[in-house]
């Protein structure tokens, strides 16, 4: 027989129980759904995609240089554009696996001027076209190894190693050309890795293209990408994983430059020559590409597509800086608020998400 008690506390733990469970599944998957389908969640989800900012801040640009230059939006401007973006572009796939491991690399520059310097005397010298990129290839790949090496084993900090290695690298080619430009490149082989085309598109834009896709497979679908991003997030949890850390760093730096020695021989092949400021400054564009583009300067996180939209960003800035008839002089002032404002807004988004 239920007493009058009973029947009171059963009936309070009922009514407790239906408030703790909240409403209906069904009514609550609704209202998720409503709200998922709303315009601004879909807007916020959007703008939230990685590379989204980069993409509609290129969007806005050339927006607005179309409506104050009529030669902007031309087919010879636009390849132009392209063919300049591909060196930036390349270095940048190297800096951003880099930087997403936590480190930099302040020599691309220096690595791209002299591994196209090399290519220029072996070729001028008599060395077989193919050899001759595949050695200067293998160089780049060499300094990388070795600014890994002094990362890694003498545990210098990565910005004061590369910084060395940049002025040990200016001073070798200051050297090996007294300042005089190695010219003459003028075989059809060669003129075609940075001024031929295949079909309608550039060479030099398919090396890119396929650089991409080969270095986006890698960072997001294979162990090694994994094992950067790991590092970049808590390097000592990498460890106690398992994960070989001196191995990963100095391949990840020496893959950089290989890609530098790529973009210095596509750079001596459209020029038709290789000079002694080759690839001077260019660590600025490089960086701020990886970094507009959504890479995280703490490390942690990679966005390769919008590395290659921030290195077309940033070129078509110059092109039309050029366009409108500004100063070069006053090029690095932009480049470098860029640089300012991009590394700011990253350290924000880290803080917000630490917050969160």
């Known amino acids: 027989m239920t007493t009058p008690e009973a029947t009171s506390t059963t009936s309070a733990a009922t009514v407790a129980a239906a408030a703790t469970a909240g409403p209906p599944r069904g009514s609550s998957r609704s209202g998720e759904e409503t709200t998922a389908r709303s315009p601004l969640a879909l807007v916020s989800r959007l703008l939230h995609l990685p590379g989204a900012g980069v993409t509609i801040s290129y969007i806005v640009l050339c927006v607005i240089l179309a409506s104050v230059t009529d030669t902007f939006f031309t087919v010879d401007n636009l390849t132009i554009v392209l063919r300049q973006s591909v060196m930036v572009g390349v270095m940048a796939i190297g800096m951003t696996l880099v930087i997403g491991m936590g480190e930099i690399d302040l020599s691309v520059g220096a690595i791209l001027g002299i591994c196209g310097l090399a290519a220029a005397i072996w070729i001028q010298g008599g060395v077989n076209i193919y050899l001759a990129v595949f050695g200067a290839c293998l160089l780049g790949a060499a300094i990388g190894m070795c600014n890994g090496v002094l990362v890694t084993y003498l545990r210098l900090p990565s910005f004061v190693a590369t910084l060395g290695s940049m002025s040990v690298l200016r001073g070798i080619i200051m050297v090996i050309t007294g300042g005089v430009p190695v010219y003459g490149l003028r075989y059809p082989e060669f003129q075609f890795i940075g001024q031929g085309f295949i079909g309608p598109v550039p060479v030099p834009v398919v090396i890119l293209l396929l650089l991409f896709v080969i270095f ?18 808590n390097a000592q949890a990498a460890r106690l994983a398992g994960i070989r850390l001196t191995a990963v760093r100095i391949a990840t730096y020496a893959i950089t430059g290989f890609l530098c020695a790529v973009a210095g021989v596509i750079l001596a092949s459209r020029s038709e020559a290789a000079t002694a400021d080759a690839g001077s400054g260019m660590e600025l564009d490089v960086i701020a590409a990886t970094i507009i583009g959504g890479t995280v300067m703490t490390g942690g996180k990679a966005v390769l597509y919008g590395t290659i939209v921030g290195a077309v960003l940033m070129t078509t800035i110059r092109n039309g800086l050029n366009l409108l008839g500004v100063s070069p002089l006053w090029h690095q002032v932009v480049i470098g608020a860029f640089i300012l404002i991009s590394v700011a807004g990253s350290m924000l988004t880290v803080k917000r998400g630490e917050g969160e």
Do not use: E, K
Not at 216 to 233: D, K, M, Q
């Open 216 to 233: 986006a497979f890698v960072l997001y679908r294979t162990p090694f990408g994994r094992y950067i991003l790991s590092i970049g997030s």
